[in-house]
């Protein structure tokens, strides 16, 4: 499928035999949006390294796969006891198998106060009004191929609604497992809503359960109000043959805090998108990521962050620990609007290359139209320090556990940042497995 | 303990070392004085195992073994331990974490069982005592943002931790001041004992006025050209280095 004739072709088909599962949902309101967003992919198809977005990234494979959405009556049953590793042991929870809320695996708990966490084909049924006004208004479709075909084939995700001034103590955890079934079109779509002075911590985890060549096609969309405390973690551990495409849109409004955390370690092909915009002033954004690839992974990260608004900060820290023949992108635009004056943004791409054969494309991507602001940015690409290997095997250490040791600390400066305890000694030992698991391998 | 015999090394083609030959016995402390490029820091490094320099002739034995086979590592474990002129800082990971994993490879080498967290944390809080060690500096990252004095006193503690049989001491009084210099020499005589020997390397006789060497050998372009007693490092003092350097070209000479 390499024309974007014939992508058409293809998912025009499965929009058809989509839509007749859809039974009598398919006459709502959200129904007209999957097709408007289906014509608009249609007319775009999937982009090339010709687009300067894709430059570095070729998705050809992507879009020569025939990917289908798994039907509800598919989808595979899982036993509790497979899923347990990998959720996290505190919070709410929410399961999704293949694309679909699996209420038997979730333990949403108790909730107060009119917090609302649920799948978001139950948000469409039971706040309908909400979801009309708030789902599919941020993230921009309509110049983005991804999001088109996310939308066209979005059928649940999570929701996540925090009122005005009610802190949510525990996490909300929202594991989305695959049971890597080949040419799966895996289609989430979470909206998380955080009233004025509301806070949460929101983690989503991708994970298979078998290795196989489905596809994850994930848009977010959180809506940070005034004053908002907002934690967004998301682990990317996708299998080895998987593609992972993601896209989160944030808008913070006046006072918000918004910080995201990314740790993107698995997927053959994995990309994640996070943008956000400042919609207020006063706000404050971070943006944290890791990136652990190694064999022939490709891992891209980009970033935007939209300075609207005056007065508000931006800190980004990516780092990228890249091993074997791993690809590793980094893009990250700052947008300083002429108005946005007092603006602090600081960015920072740090990369180690375990080997002679990774590849990294860094590109930090600064336009500022403000003339009062403070914007820095810097790009490092090297190799572990001979000094500190020395200095660590002079002490007793082999040079194995000195590589290690410095590795796990260059990746845990991220992983330090995350909040939520228990996902952070998650990740803690999970990179400890890849890197175990890296040294195998190479 | 220690026999040097004929040591050449050189970096990057030019010849540092040029047939150094000293011998350590167990519960003797060294001291090894010369002027700046005299190649003092480079038989530290070779000692421990650099890579950066290529030894090109001569043999160095610890208890029998062949040292120079040895990797770094392997050093350290045979009970090697040198005191770093600039101790490497480790960004992330916490001196504590660092210095069980190292204590724990040494003891395993040694046949001996690993210490767990609470064992390891009392040996600590008795070690840090030997250099008044500030206790937050076991949690901060490996040298991060120590100042020079705590660098040094940060080495003496590693030394104390992990009680090497024989210990070089490059330089370890540069860019103390008295107090310190007293506190870190204290630790270090305390660490003292019959089966363990101490290498000093110091520019300046001032240490040497706290650690008291049982010998000092002045090493002049890459040879030792002068042995002698301690009272050879306050002659070097008053003298200056000129001195021995001008003894050595005339017996050159001839």
Known sequence: ?442 | MLEIKDLHAQVNGNEILDGVTLRVNAGEVHAIMGPNGSGKSTLAQVLAGRETYDVTKGEVLFDGKNLLEMDPEERAREGLFMAFQYPVEIPGVSNTYFLKSALNAVRKHRGQDELDAIEFLQLVKERMKLVEMDESLLNRPVNEGFSGGEKKRNEIFHMAVLEPRLAILDETDSGLDIDALRIVADGVNKLKRKDNAIIVVTHYQRLLNYIVPDYVHVLVDGRIVKSGSKELALELEEKGYDWVKEKAEVEEAR
């Open chain 1, 1 to 442: 499928m390499k024309s974007i004739s014939e992508q058409a072709a293809w998912y025009q088909s499965v929009f058809d035999a989509f839509e007749k599962s859809l039974n009598g949902e398919a006459q709502s309101g959200f129904h007209a949006l999957r097709k408007k967003a289906l014509n608009r992919f249609k007319e775009m198809g999937f982009p090339t390294t010709r687009h300067e977005e894709w430059k570095f990234t070729n998705i050809a494979p992507v879009a020569a796969t025939p990917f289908t959405p798994v039907p509800a009556g598919m989808v595979a049953r899982i036993a509790p006891s497979a899923v347990k590793r990998h959720l996290i042991p505190q919070g709410h929870s929410l399961v999704f198998v293949d694309g679909h809320f699996a209420p038997e695996l979730s333990s949403i708990g108790k909730l107060r106060d009119g917090v609302i966490v649920c799948s978001l084909a139950e948000a469409s049924r039971r706040h309908a009004a909400l979801l009309e006004r708030e789902l599919a208004r941020h993230a921009p479709g309509d110049e983005n191929s991804f999001v088109a075909l996310n939308t066209a084939f979005s059928l649940d995700g999570a929701f996540v609604y925090v009122p005005d001034g009610i802190r949510l103590a525990e996490p909300v955890h929202m594991l989305f497992l695959s049971t890597g079934k080949p040419q799966a079109l895996i289609p989430p779509r979470n909206l998380f809503l955080v009233g004025a002075e509301g806070q949460v911590s929101l983690v989503e985890t991708y994970a298979a359960l078998n290795d196989g060549d489905y596809f994850t096609n994930v848009v977010s969309e959180l809506l940070a109000g005034e004053g908002a405390i907002v934690e967004h973690d998301k682990l990317q551990n996708e299998s080895r043959s998987a593609y992972h495409i993601s896209w989160t849109h944030i808008v913070q409004q006046a006072g918000s805090t918004v910080t995201s955390n990314l740790v993107a370690v698995g997927g053959s092909i994995a990309r994640s998108n996070i943008t956000t915009v400042f919609d207020g002033e006063k706000s404050i954004c971070t943006l944290n990521g890791l990136t652990l690839a190694a064999g022939t992974q490709l891992i891209d990260n980009h970033t935007a962050i939209d300075h609207a608004k005056p007065n508000c900060e931006s800190h980004e820290l990516y780092k990228a620990v890249l091993d074997g023949k791993a690809h590793g992108v980094f893009n990250g635009k700052i947008f300083v609007r002429k108005d946005a004056q007092k603006t602090d943004a600081k960015q920072t791409n740090q990369t180690l290359l375990l080997s002679d054969d990774a590849i990294i494309d860094t590109k930090p991507q600064l336009e500022i139209f403000a003339d009062d602001v403070k914007c820095t940015h810097g790009a490092t690409v090297g190799q572990l320090d001979p000094d500190q290997i020395f200095y660590l095997r002079s002490r007793g250490l082999n040079l194995l556990q000195a590589k290690d040791m410095l590795t796990f600390a260059f990746a845990a400066d991220v992983v330090n940042r995350v909040h939520v305890e228990s996902l952070r000694e998650r990740l803690e030992s999970l990179i400890h497995d890849k890197l175990h698991e890296g040294r195998i391998s190479s």
